[in-house]
């Protein structure tokens, strides 16, 4: 490559055929960088299941239509197995090598299956009626980090029985964020489901709202009371500027030194309405 760049600006001083070969190869580096990290698809290694194969979401077709015209759009659909013969294996990434359940025309189930029916020969976790939180066992092979922020102090009763994973991350039709994507107005509309009393309309809102209730909360679980991210007056502080002037503290041109020392922003008797208010642009209630 470099001889070819050299032949191309032929009569141009040595130092200057340097430069421009060293800004080439940078720019050649970028593009692949930047290549490589828009592909609209992961690689992934699955687990092998004896006596099953993987026979790709394709074959899924003839049985389940309507779901595989959906899958096409979901976020799991740009799975696929690594190797010379890559299969796209979306469906398969969570209910595994369908190959027996595709031969006995549905009679025999996947080896990871969420309804009834006869399970896969010697498969002891497959069974023909499923386990207690078996949905979320089978996320958690590839989200093993999210299982651990179950176990933090506060968390969404999932690990209780009270929540699925699906509930909030839908598998077989677009965004696995459920009101993600570009759907920027219904941002919240996963969480107000269940928490329809922070959903307003409120005269004086706040406008951390706006940006979505992850802006203070961890979705999955938080050593924080109430799944927040930060705890005490440090979570409102990232957003709201203060400065220190002639020993006091400032929070919008008034003086909080006093105030941050009674408790928490919301608790303190000051900013009890964080989500919005109806009657003060304080945030108050």
Not at 143 to 166: Q, W, Y
Not at 174 to 188: E, M, P
Not at 218 to 238: E, F, P, T, W, Y
């Amino acid at each position: 490559m470099m001889n070819r760049i050299l032949r191309a600006i032929g009569g141009e001083s040595p130092g200057r055929v340097r430069l421009l070969a060293v800004v080439a190869i940078a720019a050649l580096l970028v593009f692949t960088a930047i290549s490589c990290r828009t592909v609209s698809r992961a690689v992934v290694v699955l687990p092998n299941v004896p006596g099953a194969n993987y026979v790709g979401s394709k074959e899924c077709e003839q049985c389940h239509e309507e779901i595989y015209r959906d899958f096409a759009t979901a976020d799991h659909a740009r799975l696929i197995a690594a190797g010379p013969n890559a299969l796209p294996v979306g469906c398969e990434s969570c209910h595994g090598p369908s190959s027996l359940h595709s031969e006995s025309g549905g009679e025999v189930m996947p080896p990871y299956t969420f309804t009834s029916g006869r399970p896969q020969a010697g498969l002891d976790a497959r069974l023909s009626v499923p386990p207690a939180r078996a949905t979320e066992a089978v996320c958690y092979e590839c989200h093993a980090d999210i299982r651990g922020r179950f176990n933090l102090p506060s968390h969404h009763p999932v690990p209780e029985g009270k929540m699925s994973c699906t509930e909030c991350h839908p598998p077989h039709k677009g965004s696995a964020h459920r009101a993600g994507g570009t759907k920027l107005l219904s941002l919240n509309d996963g969480c107000l489901q269940c928490h329809p009393a922070q959903r307003g309309p409120h005269v004086f809102e706040h406008e951390a709202m706006r940006e979505g209730c992850t802006t203070c909360h961890d979705a999955h679980g938080s050593i924080n009371a109430k799944m927040l991210k930060v705890r005490d007056s440090n979570l409102c502080l990232q957003c709201h500027f203060q400065r220190v002037s002639g020993g006091q503290l400032l929070i919008g041109g008034s003086d909080h030194t006093l105030r941050v020392q009674q408790g928490t922003c919301w608790t303190a008797g000051c900013h009890e309405a964080v989500h919005g208010s109806r009657v003060s642009s304080s945030l108050r209630f």
